[in-house]
């Protein structure tokens, strides 16, 4: 499978517990974006890496988030002391290099639920 | 602020009708417009549109976009029992490629 993977699938975890996710994107994919997406919303942009910079962070990634992508290739997305808020998906996804326009291939997420 | 807005939130056909899905957006540095459908897992892509007037077809699914009056229509004909789904509309925003999502068109197709 090629596609972009995402571990775990699903996670519970009590408040005020630490918890990390971890995306791999498609081979040879730069760009790398984590999303949080709740029930009946869109996913809404958390962050973005090209190769292993990151350059852009949403103000909904609070300082209890933090985000890595050490070798520019997986990524991984921890949060610390959860809330029952960030119970969410936490999607991943990637694209190609190049300066076009390029459509981004998403994981199969990570569901978070705070308890 | 950003925003993308689809209409609408909810529809609900028999198999065989043709569906209009609305999505408008008020975005910054707009770069594309793509089109998503979601299936309890990760959306899929669909379509990107980055030209007005130019149709994109993939079988019965068809999109267009008009970037005077910052608009994309999702046409699915013939639909069947496995078109339902969310539809996502997002725009591609800026140089660094963040997505803007709306908050989705749920389709259900009954036989």
């Known amino acids: 499978d090629t596609g972009v993977s995402q571990n775990p699938r699903h996670k519970i975890t009590k408040r005020g517990q630490n918890v990390t996710f971890r995306c791999d994107p498609i081979?040879?994919?730069?760009?790398l974006y984590w999303y949080r997406q709740t029930l009946g919303q869109g996913p809404e942009f958390l962050t973005y890496f090209q190769n292993e910079a990151q350059l852009e962070k949403s103000r909904l990634l609070s300082d209890r988030f933090s985000a890595e992508r050490p070798k520019g290739s997986f990524s991984t997305l921890e949060i610390q002391r959860t809330e029952q808020g960030d119970s969410a998906m936490y999607l991943c996804?990637?694209?190609?290099?190049?300066?076009?326009?390029?459509?981004?291939?998403f994981g199969p997420g990570t569901r978070l639920t705070v308890t | 602020e950003d925003k993308v807005v689809q209409s609408p939130l909810s529809l609900v056909v028999h198999e065989g009708d043709t569906v209009t899905l609305n999505c408008s957006y008020e975005v910054t540095n707009f770069r594309s417009l793509l089109w998503y459908k979601q299936e309890k897992k990760a959306p899929t892509f669909l379509f990107m549109l980055t030209s007005s007037g130019i149709e994109k077809k993939s079988g019965r699914l068809s999109s267009i976009l008009d970037k005077k009056e910052l608009f994309s229509i999702l046409n699915i004909t013939a639909t069947q029992t496995g078109d339902s789904a969310v539809y996502l509309c997002a725009v591609l925003s800026s140089n660094t490629g963040k997505l803007i999502f709306g908050q989705g068109t749920t389709l259900q197709v009954k036989p």
């Open positions: 081979s040879e994919h730069n760009r």
């Open positions: 996804a990637s694209s190609p290099p190049g300066t076009g326009v390029n459509e981004q291939y």
